[in-house]
């Protein structure tokens, strides 16, 4: 006996993680002694992304007991794009009796951020927003699998796949203030990156799973 079976897949993900930590007022000019606590002002990191995927499919099953066999194959469609943004607590300022330089921002590497850098002009400068460029991709794949009915409509079973996947991505984007020039002044800029793309052939191409087999619980209606 074979049965003939049409698969459809969705995955919308998005994740937003925000950080703050406090940093002393670098234009402050008041002394405090102990034990007062010296004024403070706040910054901010802020990472987003998003995931949206869609999927179509065919699918044959083999089987008259509860085991039953299947394969067939699908195509996948994906799209993608992350940013961060930074909001700092001081403001740059170049001249004047309490100049306040990017040192007196907070260095989020260690949480995953990477916004101390240099601009085109080797200054120093910190990053105020970074966006990716959208990601695209496309990809053909197919499966084998099999289930095991434990109830009339409820099995466990195990899959494996192999297939193609290409992406592009688009030019990234990112925005940076320092201070520099002949006055100083504080300045900003906007630079963009490279395009990108990938071809991949490999095992289970699907990008909504995990590893290269699944092994899942099925509830069938």
Do not use: C
């Not at 194959?73 to 100049?99: C, H, I, Q, R």
């Not at 240099?118 to 099999?146: L, M, P």
Request: hydrophobic residues 30%; charged residues 20%.
């Amino acid at each position: 006996m074979k049965k003939t079976a049409y698969r459809a897949t969705i995955r919308l993900g998005k994740t937003s993680n925000t950080y703050r930590a406090q940093i002393g007022d670098a234009s402050s000019t008041a002394t405090t002694t102990y034990p007062a606590l010296a004024t403070m002002k706040e910054d901010k990191y802020k990472h987003s992304s998003s995931f949206i995927g869609l999927g179509a499919g065919i699918e044959m099953r083999r089987g008259k007991t509860r085991l039953q066999g299947y394969y067939g194959g699908e195509f996948l469609f994906w799209m993608s794009s992350s940013k961060d943004k930074y909001t700092y607590g001081n403001s740059l300022v170049a001249g004047g009796s309490t100049p306040v330089g990017v040192g007196a921002s907070t260095d989020w590497s260690a949480n995953g951020g990477v916004n101390m850098t240099t601009d085109t002009y080797g200054n120093a400068a910190r990053v105020t927003e970074w966006k990716s460029g959208s990601t695209i991709g496309f990809g053909v794949r197919g499966f084998i699998g099999a289930e095991y009915f434990v109830l009339p409509k409820i099995s466990i079973g195990g899959e494996f796949g192999w297939g193609i996947a290409v992406t592009s991505a688009g030019k990234s984007k990112t925005s940076t203030e320092s201070i520099g020039g002949s006055g100083p002044s504080v300045g900003t800029q906007t630079v963009e990156g490279n395009k990108s793309g990938s071809l991949t052939i490999d095992t289970d191409q699907n990008k909504f799973g995990t590893g290269t087999a699944s092994l899942r619980m099925n509830l069938h209606f």
